[in-house]
């Protein structure tokens, strides 16, 4: 059974830092992307980044470019993404996804088969 797993959030100010943690088990073969979204109140669910289980490319949303750094342990089987700097408009669900086949690091949530229960960030002074 797929699983995966999201861990690491929590309050913080601005300016601040978390690193949050994605595991995912159950897989008969590796999955190709894995990636980090988030989802604020009243908005939609947006890719944040991603990272491919091939060749350890990473591609960024333009809002995070430079804050945030995505990377993966294959061993572990976790994707943790690092955190810096952030912003109140940074306070969201976090979720971990999954593509199995291929490399895609897009908004378009049908591409990802497998999703993670979340983990909510918020930064707040």
């Known amino acids: 059974q797929v699983q995966l797993v999201e861990s690491g959030g929590g309050v913080v100010q601005p300016g601040g830092s978390l690193r949050l943690a994605c595991t995912f088990s159950?897989?008969?073969?590796?999955?190709?992307?894995i990636g980090w979204f988030r989802q604020a109140p009243g908005k939609e669910r947006e890719a944040v980044a991603c990272v491919s289980n091939n060749d350890d490319s990473t591609e960024y949303a333009d809002s995070v470019q430079g804050r945030f750094t995505i990377s993966i342990d294959k061993v572990k089987n976790t994707v943790d993404l690092q955190m810096n700097n952030l912003k109140p408009e940074d306070t969201a669900l976090y979720y971990c996804?999954?593509?199995?086949?291929?490399?895609?690091?897009?908004?378009?949530?049908?591409?990802?088969?497998?999703w993670g229960q979340g983990t909510q960030v918020t930064v707040s002074s």
């Open positions: 159950g897989f008969t073969y590796k999955p190709y992307t």
């Open positions: 996804a999954t593509n199995s086949y291929y490399w895609y690091c897009g908004g378009d949530l049908k591409y990802y088969e497998d």
